[in-house]
C-alpha cells in the first residue's frame, strides 16, 4: 500500500495504483490523444500545473513546462543524469556508455572529446562543407532524373543526412545497401518506442514472459542490426581500409594513449549516439521546409529572389547565412513551429531538487517540454502563424532566437547542431536555387506531423519544377 502513497510536495497528477502506478493512465491518454507527448501535456491541464508528476511501475516521472522550470530543467546540474533504465542500458551492451545513455564523470570526457571533434565540422568548416555540398549535388541530380513526377524526398533527404553523418564518423560514403538497412532500423526504431521506454522500461522482467509483446525481441534485433554495421566499419579502420581522417581514426589515436575510458565499446556507442540523434531529427527538419514551402508561394519566391540576388548561381555555403536573412529566418522559423523534439530527455535527478515548489525525489525521470514553449503567446506573437519575419531584427540582421529551445540548452546542450543546421541551410538554399516547389495534382499534403521519438511530416509527394 505505501507504493501508492506519494511523497511529500510531490508534483500534481493522477492517482497511484499498486505495482503499476499510473501507467494505465498515462496509457489511457496516449491512445487518447494519438502520442505520450500530447497525452501528458493533455494531462497537466487536467491538473492545472507546470510540474507533472507520474509513477510508472517503480519509476518516477516528472514533466516540466513554462519557460521557468524548462531553464532550470536544462541548466540545474543535479538534472543532467540520465536515466539507469533497461531501455537504455539495452541499447549500450548492458552498461551505460558514450554520451546519449550516461551520465557522470565518462559522460563528461567522452561529450568534451565529441563536442571538441564535432567543432571542427559545422559551420562553414571547409572538410565537411565540401561533403555536404556533394551530397546536394546528388539530391539535385535525383531531383533532375525524376523531375516529371511527383517526387517524395523522404528517401533521398534521408539518405543524404545519414551520408553525410557516416562520412563524419567513417570517413566514407556509406554503401547503399548498409544505408537501406540503417534507414529501416531507425524508422522501426522511432515507431517503435516512446521516452520513457514503455513497458520493457516498467518491468524489465517482461522480456521473459512477453518477449514479443514488450518490444524486448524488437529493439535487441535492431541494436543488433546497428551495432554490427558501425563493427564493421571500425573493423576496416583497424585494416586500414578506409583512408580517413574521421571520428573513428581519432579515437583509435585516444585509445593508443592508453587512457583506460577510451575503448572500442565506448567508441562504438558513440559512433551509435552520434548516427542515431543526427539522422532523423536532421533529415525531418528539411522535410518540414520543403512542406511549409508548398504553403507559402509568396515566402517561396522571396526566398528565390534573396537567393538570386546575394548568391546567384554560386553553390551555397554556410558564409552565405549571414547575406540570406530571410532564408535563414525562414529556416529558424520552421524550427520553431515543427518543434522536432518536443519532449527533450529523458533525464535523471541526481540529488532531491525544487522545481516551482515541487519536491522531485533523487532517481525520478525528467522529461522536459518545449513544445508548448515554441507556441506561447508570452514569447512569440501569434505563435500559431508561420512568420519568418519574427526572427528578423529592425537593421535587416538575423535576430538571436532568444527562445528557442531546438537544440537544448546547458550542458546537455546538442553537440550536432551546427552540423545540423550547416546541412540544412546548404541543401535547403542549393534546392531552393533551382526549383519551384509545387503540389502533385494541387492536393496540398497535410502538415499535421507523427509524434513518435521526434515528430515527422506524413508521407508526401511534391514536384520540382525548375525555376529556368
Ligand atoms: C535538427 C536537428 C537536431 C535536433 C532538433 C537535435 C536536438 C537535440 C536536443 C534537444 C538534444 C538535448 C537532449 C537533452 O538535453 O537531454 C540533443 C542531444 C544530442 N544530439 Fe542533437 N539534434 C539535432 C541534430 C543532431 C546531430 C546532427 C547530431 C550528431 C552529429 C546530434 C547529436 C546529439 C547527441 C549525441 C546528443 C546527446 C547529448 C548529451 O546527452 O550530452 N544531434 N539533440
Redesign the pocket.
Known amino acids: 500500500l505505501k507504493t501508492t502513497v506519494k511523497p511529500k510536495k510531490f508534483p500534481p497528477g493522477p492517482i497511484w495504483y499498486p505495482i503499476i502506478g499510473s501507467s494505465n493512465v498515462m496509457k489511457r491518454m496516449q491512445q487518447k490523444h494519438g502520442s505520450q507527448f500530447k497525452g501528458l501535456l493533455e494531462l497537466a491541464k487536467e491538473y492545472s500545473t507546470d510540474v507533472l508528476g507520474l509513477k510508472l511501475g517503480q519509476e518516477l516521472l516528472v514533466v516540466v513546462y513554462g519557460q521557468k522550470n524548462v531553464r532550470q530543467a536544462?541548466t540545474d546540474k543535479a538534472l543532467e543524469g540520465?536515466p539507469k533504465s533497461y531501455f537504455l542500458k539495452l541499447r549500450c551492451f548492458g552498461k551505460r556508455l558514450g554520451?546519449?545513455s550516461a551520465d557522470g564523470p565518462l559522460?563528461r570526457e567522452q561529450?568534451q572529446y565529441?563536442v571538441k571533434q564535432?567543432k571542427n565540422v559545422g559551420f562553414g568548416k571547409t572538410h565537411m562543407e565540401k561533403e555536404i555540398q556533394i551530397d546536394l549535388k546528388n539530391i539535385l541530380e535525383y531531383i533532375e532524373e525524376n523531375r516529371h513526377k511527383p517526387i517524395n524526398p523522404n528517401h533521398v533527404f534521408s539518405q543524404a543526412?545519414v551520408n553525410i553523418?557516416w562520412k563524419?564518423v567513417a570517413g566514407k560514403r556509406i554503401e547503399e545497401e548498409r544505408l537501406k538497412l540503417l534507414l529501416d532500423v531507425f524508422s522501426e526504431r522511432s515507431k517503435a518506442f516512446h521516452m520513457a521506454g514503455g513497458l520493457l522500461n516498467v518491468a524489465p522482467w517482461s522480456r521473459f514472459l512477453v518477449p514479443e509483446y514488450s518490444g524486448y525481441n524488437l529493439i535487441t534485433r535492431l541494436n543488433k542490426q546497428l551495432s554490427d554495421i558501425i563493427e564493421e566499419a571500425i573493423d576496416a579502420h583497424k585494416k586500414k581500409e578506409v583512408e580517413g581522417p574521421d571520428f573513428i581514426y581519432s579515437y583509435f589515436e585516444e585509445i593508443l594513449q592508453q587512457k583506460e575510458t577510451f575503448n572500442e565499446l565506448q567508441l562504438k556507442v558513440i559512433c551509435l549516439?552520434?548516427?542515431i540523434?543526427?539522422?532523423h531529427?536532421?533529415g525531418?527538419?528539411l522535410k518540414f521546409a520543403i512542406l511549409r514551402v508548398l504553403r507559402e508561394k509568396r515566402m517561396q519566391d522571396l526566398i528565390y529572389e534573396e537567393i538570386q540576388k546575394h548568391i546567384g548561381d554560386n553553390i551555397p555555403c554556410w558564409s552565405d547565412s549571414v547575406k540570406l536573412v530571410y532564408t535563414s529566418a525562414f529556416l529558424l522559423e520552421t524550427?520553431r513551429y515543427y518543434t522536432?523534439?518536443p519532449l527533450?530527455?529523458?533525464?535523471r535527478v541526481l540529488e532531491d531538487t525544487v522545481i516551482d515548489g515541487y519536491r522531485i525525489p533523487k532517481d525520478a525521470t525528467l522529461l522536459?517540454s518545449?513544445y508548448d514553449l515554441h507556441l506561447d503567446p508570452e514569447l512569440w506573437d501569434d505563435p500559431h502563424e508561420f512568420k519568418p519575419e519574427r526572427f528578423i531584427n529592425k537593421d535587416g540582421g538575423l535576430k538571436n532566437p532568444e527562445h528557442l529551445?531546438?537544440?537544448?540548452?546547458?550542458?546537455?546542450?546538442?553537440?550536432?547542431?551546427s552540423?545540423?543546421?550547416s546541412?540544412?541551410f546548404i541543401v535547403f538554399v542549393g534546392i531552393m536555387q533551382k526549383y519551384l516547389i509545387c503540389c502533385d495534382e494541387g492536393a496540398l499534403p497535410s502538415d499535421e506531423p507523427t509524434i513518435g521519438l521526434?515528430m515527422s511530416p506524413k508521407p508526401f509527394s511534391v514536384l520540382f519544377v525548375p525555376r529556368r
Open positions: 536544462f540520465r554520451i546519449t559522460w561529450r565529441t564535432l543526412v553523418l563524419y549516439d552520434l548516427i540523434a543526427g539522422s531529427t536532421t525531418n527538419s524550427l522536432i523534439a527533450v530527455g529523458p533525464r522536459i518545449v529551445y531546438i537544440f537544448g540548452l546547458g550542458r546537455r546542450r546538442c553537440p550536432g547542431d552540423l545540423a543546421r546541412f540544412l521526434i
